[in-house]
């Protein structure tokens, strides 16, 4: 799907955002997360015990809301688990480029950091977005 260019523009120049899935009973469920876009997809690491994931697996419908002040975007999309370990390592470590948990360079160390914290990715394709973020 293509986004305007302010689109584009606000959801690289922004990191966090509030996830919205769906729980079992059809409640919604929010978590504040931290994410990547780049410009094709949203890349959101996760732990597989936590209801973002569990709720994202069971149905894929998400929605994304990354606001700043008044301004916002809404990202309605579909989720994918991404389980493996070369990707989620690589997403990961793009995630973290920079902030105070940068990841270590020893890429066996981290590979078993990950699977000890039982790290994931969520992996949204955006199916519509909504807003301008000005």
Do not use: C
């Not at 990202?75 to 389980?83: N, Q």
């Not at 950091?113 to 519509?128: A, D, H, S």
């Amino acid at each position: 799907m293509a986004l305007t260019p302010a689109q584009d523009a606000y959801l690289k120049a922004h990191r966090q955002g509030i996830l919205g899935t769906g729980k079992r009973d059809g409640s919604p469920q929010l978590s504040t997360i931290n994410y990547l876009f780049d410009g094709d997809h949203f890349w959101i690491s996760v732990t597989s015990d936590r209801a973002k994931w569990l709720n994202a697996m069971r149905q894929p419908k998400v929605a994304l809301l990354v606001p700043e002040g008044r301004a916002q975007v809404v990202v309605y999309g579909t989720a994918e688990g991404v389980t493996d370990s070369a990707t989620r390592n690589a997403m990961t470590r793009r995630l973290r480029a920079g902030g105070p948990n940068a990841a270590p360079d020893d890429e066996a160390e981290f590979d078993r950091t990950l699977n000890e914290q039982q790290r994931v990715i969520l992996k949204v394709t955006p199916t519509q977005v909504l807003g301008e973020g000005s």
